[in-house]
């Protein structure tokens, strides 16, 4: 059996655990070929690159970040006859099944390729927690992990000036990292894509623990947050209009414009830290290289069942099959009475 293996979207922390379980278990349980497919599926198409991955390839892996298998944002179904490329590729390649680590738009390609007929199983990923069929993507809780370091370093040198301090986190469709992170680092205020917060609420809460002798203040934000009512300059979250082949602009650089926004209303002193990339780069922390290994482990074994059409997901402490499908359904979101949690030290 010829298993190829390929990791497509923004990398996020722990795909090499992923990777390193399926060529483990593949290897020496199944005695399989597994063969890493490179950036993507940009791997499938013309031009690009397969190799075997062989247990020494793997060796060491289980603690790094990045993916040894690299990624692109490359969708086959934007490209002129890309079904027909990927399918070329999969015979002259000899591939009995492919594993797709990956977020909704690898996932969606995934199971349209699966409707296609190609014998295919999923992993879920993304720092972004947001991938619907799964409680939990691997990569979430490190990029947490991060964000909660960051926020309490800002508080103290927030504290030393009397200032606000705005920091963006990721999260495009989703507030799971604010929301987490602002709860951990005692965030002042969370904003967040699901729950739009009015811009006087934010200046009101600012204001307010000013008078009560607490003149600074941190605000998490999430990259794809929305306000109410938001005055002045405008809050404008994109860098550039440009789309990626999935439709997504870039973001970036709301907590730069809600802080001139804040200046300008209450006159307290702003600064502004975008965490970016930080959040996706570097080491797991040993619960996303527990969970990506119980998710490599139960990949392969999907396509030992032969449960093509299939992602492993995470279902209260349990791994299960779920069908990829699930995953291009809408963004799994916070619950209201989760964010309500973090509401409470709000002002
Ligand atoms: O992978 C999800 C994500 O981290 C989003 O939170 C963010 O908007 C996006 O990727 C950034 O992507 P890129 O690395 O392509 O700039």
């Not at 020496?28 to 890493?36: C, K, L, S």
């Not at 289980?62 to 590729?89: E, H």
């Not at 007929?117 to 999923?122: D, E, F, N």
């Amino acid at each position: 059996m010829k298993v190829g293996v390929l990791t497509g979207g923004g990398d996020c922390p722990g795909l090499n655990a992923v990777i390193r379980a399926i060529v483990y278990k593949g290897i020496t349980r199944y005695g399989y070929d597994v063969q890493g497919i490179y950036e993507g599926w940009k791997g499938l198409l013309n031009g690009g690159r397969v190799a075997p991955l062989a247990l020494e390839d793997v060796s060491g892996i289980l603690a790094t970040g990045g993916t040894i298998l690299k990624t692109s944002r490359t969708n086959p179904f934007a490209i002129r006859d890309g079904l027909k490329k990927v399918r070329k590729n999969i015979d002259k390649y000899g591939f009995d099944a492919l594993i797709a680590i990956g977020g909704e738009d690898t996932l969606g390609v995934a199971a349209k390729l699966n409707k296609a007929g190609i014998k295919i199983v999923g992993v879920p990923k993304t720092i972004d927690n947001d991938v619907a069929g799964t409680d939990q993507t691997f990569g979430f809780d490190t990029a947490v992990q991060i964000a909660t370091e960051a926020i309490d370093r800002v508080r103290s040198t927030a504290e030393a000036h009397n200032r606000v301090v705005l920091v963006e986190v990721m999260g495009r469709h989703a507030g799971w990292i604010a929301v987490k992170s602002g709860i951990a680092g005692g965030a002042n205020m969370i904003l967040v894509p699901e729950y739009p917060v009015d811009v006087n609420k934010v200046m009101t809460s600012i204001v307010k623990r000013h008078a009560r002798g607490e003149p600074s203040s941190v605000i998490v934000v999430a990259e794809g947050a929305k306000l109410k009512n938001p005055k002045g300059k405008g809050v404008d979250m994109t860098v550039t209009e440009d789309k990626d082949e999935f439709g997504h602009k870039r973001l970036g650089g709301i907590a730069m414009a809600l802080s001139l926004i804040i200046e300008e209303m209450t006159g307290f002193e702003c600064r502004n830290v975008i965490l970016g990339h930080i959040q996706r780069g570097g080491t797991p922390t040993a619960t996303d290289r527990v969970l990506s290994t119980r998710y490599g482990v139960t990949a392969i074994d999907l396509v030992h069942k032969k449960q093509f059409g299939k992602m492993t997901a995470l279902r209260g402490t349990k791994i299960v099959a779920a069908p990829l499908s699930a995953a291009t359904k809408s963004p799994r979101t916070i619950d209201k009475e989760f964010y309500q949690i973090a509401e409470v030290f709000f002002g």
